[in-house]
């Protein structure tokens, strides 16, 4: 595995976890201080920012589309990426602004290569090559006992229906992705109350302002 490209431009920080663990709160949070700082942020998120990515969204999500083969589930998230990426993340970040993604290529390495249990080298040569390899300056995991997410909700898309185990080895693997890489991960108990977290992570994107 190659090391990976960091954006030259720009800044590029993402937010991972399983389902409830505060992702969407914790990056609207992050953009609007980052905006109060004069920041031009781009607030995104998978699967679905784009036209393409919309229909993706609802094939791979809707419980209506039953089973589907790992393997098709993995080639639908990797096409996501490769839309979001062409089309959303990279031309923002080459104006210079910060791009703030709920959930990337962790995402698909975790659900669809420790969850589905695919080989996660091959899923990961999938995605990384979907995403040209562009990869997150920061990646901040909200670590969540998946019982306590699904709690924080009551439907259940095809993804969140999967059994405990399968939510269990999807939190296990994005550990591990954290765990051999902290330099770009910043790993947080999404049990922590709202404004906490929120301060953590301030407190390390701050200094990675200075390049961006
Ligand atoms: N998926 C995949 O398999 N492969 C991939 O490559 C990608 C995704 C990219 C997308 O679902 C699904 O696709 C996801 C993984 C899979 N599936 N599952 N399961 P989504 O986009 O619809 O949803 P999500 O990404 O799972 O996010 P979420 O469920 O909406 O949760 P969240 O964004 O992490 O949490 P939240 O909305 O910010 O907060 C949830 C609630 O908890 C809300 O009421 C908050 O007020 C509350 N909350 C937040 N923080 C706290 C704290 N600290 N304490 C207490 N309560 C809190």
């Known amino acids: 595995m190659s090391a990976g490209a960091y954006p030259d431009r720009g800044l590029f920080v993402c937010f991972e976890g399983g389902e409830g663990a505060g992702k969407s709160t914790q990056s609207r949070l992050l953009r609007d201080w980052l905006v109060e700082r004069g920041r031009t942020v781009l607030l995104t998120f998978e699967p679905g ?3 393409v990515g919309k229909e993706l969204r609802r094939i791979v999500l809707d419980p209506a589309t039953g089973d589907l083969s790992d393997r098709t589930e993995a080639l639908l998230y990797a096409a996501d ?6 089309h959303v993340v990279l031309p923002a ?3 210079g602004e910060v791009v703030i993604t709920d959930r990337y290529v962790d995402s698909t390495l975790a659900y669809q290569g420790a969850g589905r249990t695919l080989d996660v080298a091959e899923v990961e040569a999938v995605a990384r090559w979907a995403t040209r390899d562009l990869r997150p300056h920061l990646t901040v995991l909200l670590d969540l006992e998946p019982q306590a997410g699904l709690d924080r909700f009551s439907g259940r898309d095809r993804i969140e229906g999967q059994s ?6 999807v939190r296990q693997g994005f550990l591990d992705l954290a765990a051999a890489d902290p330099d770009h991960y910043l790993v947080l108990d ?3 109350p709202i404004d906490e977290i929120a ?11 200075e390049r961006a």
């Not at 405990?164 to 080895?169: A, G, P, S, V």
């Not at 301060?199 to 302002?209: E, G, K, Q, S």
């Open 49 to 51: 920012d784009t036209p």
């Open 81 to 86: 990426k490769a839309e979001h990426v062409d």
């Open 93 to 95: 970040l080459e104006r």
């Open 164 to 169: 405990l185990d399968f939510h269990r080895r």
């Open 190 to 192: 999404a049990r922590d």
């Open 199 to 209: 301060d953590a992570v301030r407190a390390r994107v701050a200094p990675l302002l």
